[in-house]
């Protein structure tokens, strides 16, 4: 118990409620609310944001993205008739939102006569916002959601928010255009032509969105853009394979593959206490060296190298992967999109060439659909 006699079980009441919906505690009167800003001088609370409480101890186990949820949730919870939008609609379609995003949460509600910030929220004013449900909340729905994020956010952080879009809603880069440019005929939104250039490098094989922002590096360094996800058969342990994060390729032949480097699979794994570390890099020693028996270089980089392009740049270039365009901020539309129409993983496999064993890569089986599943947005009381 945090304090003494009743208004201590009050307030334990409180945060224990809080921590079961998975939300801030917010309080319901100004008396609970001096109790509360007195726990968190006393260092027994965090304050995330005005009016949103959460013990330390608590708080302390959370994600990032898990922090920002509990604010939204308990923002949802007091604010009913809120409906999330843009980045925070993102977050609750667990759509991969980079951390740099989290700081305000973006809402569309009536009565909000112009877009404006206030207390860390951010107000819109949306036209025909294609509402869901989400749990106990209200959001935008994902195709609209990724027209409010791609049309104001930057071509890398966009990428991250488009890739896992379209993986979540089975589509692929194609849709994606089709559907913005729909909603551009209706003239509902500005700042469309900006989202179809971001859409048109879609990719919905990218696994994350530390994938999706090297790739998006890459496209802006005008360097090759690799295969994502392909696999490499094992030249010792045949019917086992190996999935990659990356693959250049020049026509059939591969230059390079590319792994994306987390620190968490290196550490202790508490819900698997015999996953040990040695097991981890052992096995990643194994999988490299047999796959450097093809005699293709393995190339591994960090989450710091793909936030940024120069240090990521001067590793491309020492693994000789071409420059095939000029470095861009803001890359143009995609001029291979019509190649880009599958998400299933192609494949490396083993081939006898002038007897020796080599690699050829393999195009996924799955034509182009001839129509397109997206429809035009719904609108609201239709």
Known sequence: MLMGES??????????????????????????????SRLVESGDLVRPRRSLYARRSYWQDLSRTEKYLHQVRALGNWHPQWIFCGPTA?????????????????????????????????????K????????????????????????VLGFTYG??????????????????????????KMGLVRGLDHAIRTASYADGRAENGGESIARASVIRLG????????????PVTEGRAYRVDFLWLEGDEPLAVGELDGIDKYLPDIEHPDRSMQKEIYKEKMRESHIGAYGVKLMRFSFDDAFHPLQLDALLQAYGIPRVGPRQEEPPINPNMSGLMHLKSGWLVRCEADGHVALKYVEPDEPMPEKMPWSLPRRLGE
């Not at 201590?8 to 998975?22: I, N, P, S, V, Y």
């Not at 509402?131 to 990724?146: K, M, Y």
């Not at 990428?159 to 551009?184: C, F, H, M, P, T």
């Not at 360097?223 to 094992?234: G, I, K, S, T, Y």
Request: aromatic letters at 4%.
């Open 90 to 126: 993102a977050i609750l379609h667990e759509l991969d939102v980079p951390y740099a995003l989290l700081d305000e949460i973006h809402v569309t509600c009536d009565g909000e006569p112009r877009s404006r910030r206030r207390n860390g929220v951010h107000f819109h004013q949306i």
């Open 7 to 36: 208004a201590g079980t009050a307030t334990d009441a409180l945060l224990t409620e809080a921590e079961r919906g998975c939300r801030c505690a917010m309080p319901e009167s100004k008396t609970e609310q001096r109790r509360l």
């Open 128 to 151: 025909y916002p294609d509402v869901v449900s989400v749990g106990q909340l209200r959001a935008t729905s994902v195709p609209r959601t990724l027209v409010d994020c791609l049309r």
């Open 223 to 234: 360097r090759m853009v690799p295969e994502l996800q392909a696999w490499v058969d094992d």
């Open 159 to 184: 990428l991250a928010i488009a890739d896992s879009g379209v993986r979540k809603l089975g589509w692929n880069a194609r849709q994606l255009v089709g559907y913005l440019e729909a909603v551009k």
